[in-house]
Every structure is written in structure tokens, then in C-alpha cells.
């Protein structure tokens, strides 16, 4: 968009994009803790936005909304990790999920039930599936989410330009995408099609949950264990 004077209308990129950042936030929200406020999530998007704003040069080739949702969410992402969103006691739980998780499967020789998991942490199967949704921020690792220590460069600007160039490094990321795919094919029927749903159709936990026809926090609950069940196998990778 441009003014009269041929210039990028910044105010109408603005509010036309402001959609954009809305559904990254509610997409978002879902893997996140009750404690994490939706409407602080669209406001550190909106100033995420505005840095894209600010920062993009079409003459690069990427199209600014590709360019603005890495913004977008890169400033979301700093400020759970400035807040230290996922308490204690969650990671606690989250890392005894996965524990159990990984010692039933060694004993059973296949993917452990839900109520096989549960009955190794000692807990009911409605106390198990309670846990499950309060460690929802539970998540496998976003490119977005691979900085240095020292800096705020991300996975993207260090490897994109010169990935084609590290052939050992190409090998590595195949191998682990190779891994990523069996482990997601080993998952239960469900889970696997909620992780489809969720991560290569971009549907909300709502119309997941249509869909399944369950409700959203047992679509939660799910997902939850899902990505328990890909950590645990992925640990080695």
C-alpha cells in the first residue's frame, strides 16, 4: 500500500495486519498457561508489527506478511521468555509426565494408554488428564525460539543464506526431520490428527474440537501428551 506521494502507507499496513496478529496470539494462547493473558499477547504482537513496519525493504523479495508474522511472534516469544511464563511446579510436572511416559514405553515395548501413564505417576485418570492441561505450554522448539545467548539474531537470519553451502549441516537437519516424522507417525490415531490439524491446517483448538467431536480442553489435554510423546523421543536427537 502507498500514499499519493508513492510512499509505503505504514498507518494502512497498520491496521490491515492487525488480523495477522490476532490469530498468531490465539494460536499461541492455546499451548499457554491460564495464568498467560490473551490481550498481553496482541499488544507485544502489535509492537512486534510495528518493528516489521519499520524494518522491511521490499526490495529484500519476502513478502511482508511472511516478514511481519516472524516479528510478530519473535516479540511474543521474548516477552513469555522475559516472564518466565511456565512455572516451576509446571516444569516439574511436564519433565514427570515425560519420565513416565518414556518408562512405560521402554516396559511395554509400544505407546503407553492414558490411563497407563497416570497409573505409573500414581494419580486417577481424571487427576492425569487435569495435569495435562495445566502444562499446556508444553511445546516442541520454534525456529523463532533458537537465539544466542549474546544476541537477538535468530535461527533464520544465521542459517538461511548459508544452509546450502554446510552439507554435514543439511545431512543433520534431514535426519532430525526424518526422526520428527516417525515419532509423529507412532503417535496414537488421535493424537496424530490433532497435531495434523493443529500444525499443518492452522486450526484452533475450537474447531478441533468440532471436528473430534470432544470439548477444547480435552483437545488441550491431547495435545499435551502429544508433544509429551514427541519430546520423549526426540530427546536423543
Known amino acids: 500500500m502507498y500514499t499519493a506521494k508513492g510512499q509505503l502507507d505504514r498507518d494502512a499496513l497498520l491496521r490491515q495486519h492487525v488480523p495477522l496478529v490476532r490469530r498468531i496470539a ?11 493473558e490473551l490481550d498481553d499477547l496482541i499488544q507485544v504482537g502489535m509492537i512486534g508489527l510495528a518493528e516489521a513496519l519499520s524494518r522491511y525493504q521490499a526490495a529484500q523479495g519476502v513478502q511482508f506478511e511472511t516478514f511481519a508474522t516472524q516479528r510478530i511472534r519473535g516479540a511474543m516469544l521474548d516477552e513469555l521468555r522475559d516472564s518466565d511464563w511456565m512455572s516451576r511446579s509446571s516444569r516439574k510436572s511436564q519433565k ?4 513416565a511416559l518414556h518408562r512405560v514405553e521402554q516396559r511395554l515395548g509400544r505407546s503407553p494408554l492414558e490411563s497407563e501413564i497416570a497409573a505409573e505417576l500414581g494419580m ?15 511445546q516442541l522448539v520454534y525456529l523463532e525460539d533458537m537465539h544466542h545467548d549474546d544476541g537477538d539474531e535468530g535461527f533464520l537470519d544465521r542459517h538461511v543464506a548459508d544452509a546450502s553451502a554446510d552439507p554435514l549441516a543439511m545431512l543433520r537437519d534431514q535426519r532430525l526431520r526424518d526422526a520428527l516424522v516417525r515419532a509423529i507417525q507412532a503417535l496414537p490415531e488421535r493424537e496424530q490428527h490433532i497435531m495434523g490439524m493443529y500444525y499443518e ?3 484452533n483448538l475450537k474447531e478441533i474440537a468440532a471436528v473430534l467431536g470432544v470439548t477444547e480442553s480435552r483437545v488441550c489435554q491431547l495435545h499435551s501428551q502429544a508433544v509429551a510423546r514427541l519430546r520423549t523421543k526426540m530427546r536423543a536427537h
Open 26 to 36: 490465539h494460536h499461541m494462547i492455546a499451548k499457554l498457561p491460564p495464568n498467560v
Open 96 to 99: 514427570d509426565i515425560e519420565q
Open 124 to 138: 486417577s485418570l481424571e487427576d492425569y488428564q487435569s495435569l495435562l492441561g495445566k502444562v499446556r505450554g508444553t
Open 201 to 203: 491446517h492452522d486450526m
